[in-house]
């Protein structure tokens, strides 16, 4: 059986690594990792299970209950759910409906004189407020209703993320990796831990620490690429293509959070525009050399060293810090 790297699947479908490996951590599918192989690969099996997550997905289907339907695939429950969506969707169908007609009955009252004001067709028929009345907001879903959910979501998601940390990262030698093309992130990395293991990097410097960061942020008329840093010992000598920098280091806002709670990059620069002691600083190239195109914003693996030493572990496990350039503001 064929078996086909995250980067083929990625593409196959149209949907990112990072989703890929979310679903992993949810533990709707499972990728295969061979021995001295250093992408994710996914059988047959696998492939037909996301092709099936992507299909629920487009029928409206959670992912909460995508898990009980693959986890549990009776008929009886995945009758309940489509059941319970087909309900959600004729509320819809019939709210649409009855909004299409009291439209259309404004539309004729004001067509029947030229001289009726909008108030006046709005509030003077009782018949047509009645059956506004009878109509609730949660059958429907507005602009509005959605952009206030994702306020008050925002909101309590913010409320959660006072966590933020002031810290100064040190100056420290880098190496770096740097891929632009599909699969940037894992092609990068994939260079990076080649060259832990060659130069048994964890034993000669056991302190390592490992960022990665756009290079340059995807926009639609470029490729999206990605550089990932290790730290290493200053006269360590550097194969190509890789290549030596000298991180300055400096002054960062810091959030830590789980494996694809990358919405939280909102969350962090929101914090910062509403801050009165720090501001952004894009300003101050912060390695030599310095790349003019790259994201300045950080994400360090946390505890990687002893993800290093244990390779198995869950990406559930997997914890990164989300780092913004500051520095204070002038009084």
């Not at 319970?84 to 009955?105: C, G, T």
């Not at 004189?113 to 003077?124: G, H, P, V």
């Not at 639609?220 to 890789?242: A, F, M, N, Q, R």
Request: glycine share 2%; charged share 25%; aromatic share 8%.
């Amino acid at each position: 059986m064929e078996l086909q790297t995250i980067s083929q699947v990625s593409k196959h479908f149209n949907i990112s690594t990072r989703t890929l490996r979310y679903y992993e951590k949810l533990g709707l599918i499972h990728s295969i990792k061979k021995e001295g192989y250093a992408y994710r690969q996914y059988n047959q099996e696998t492939i037909l299970t996301l092709q099936q997550i992507l299909i629920l997905r487009k029928l409206r289907v959670s992912l909460k209950d995508i898990q009980i339907l693959l986890n549990h695939p009776k008929n009886r429950q995945a009758i309940t759910i489509f059941q319970h969506n087909i309900d959600e969707i004729n509320q819809e169908l019939e709210a649409y409906s009855l909004i299409k007609s009291v439209l259309e009955q404004f539309i004729k009252k004001i067509n029947q004189s030229t001289t009726i004001t909008i108030k006046e067709s709005l509030l003077n028929d009782d018949v047509i407020i009645q059956t506004i009345e009878n109509l609730t907001l949660s059958k429907i879903h507005f602009k509005e209703e959605n952009t206030m959910q994702k306020i008050n979501q925002a909101d309590k998601k913010l409320s959660k993320a006072i966590d933020i940390r002031i810290i100064s990262l040190p100056p420290m030698s880098v190496v770096s990796s740097h891929y632009i093309g599909e699969n940037c992130e894992d092609q990068a990395n994939a260079t990076i831990m080649e060259f832990i293991q060659k130069e048994n990097l964890l034993e000669i410097k056991p302190d390592l620490r490992h960022f990665g960061f756009n290079n340059p942020y995807f926009q639609p008329e470029t490729k999206h690429g990605y550089e990932v840093w290790v730290s290493i010992p200053e006269d360590l000598e550097i194969p190509t293509p890789l290549i030596k920098k000298t991180f300055r280091g400096g002054l960062y806002a810091a959030h830590a959070i789980r494996f694809g709670e990358f919405d939280h990059w909102q969350l962090l620069n929101d914090w910062l525009q509403e801050n009165d002691t720090y501001e952004l600083d894009f300003e101050d190239l912060r390695c030599e050399p310095s790349n003019y195109d790259m994201d300045r914003c950080l994400e360090e693996h946390l505890n990687f060293t002893h993800h290093l030493k244990n390779p198995d572990f869950s990406i559930e496990e997997l914890q990164l810090d989300l780092l913004i350039p500051i520095k204070e503001k002038k009084k």
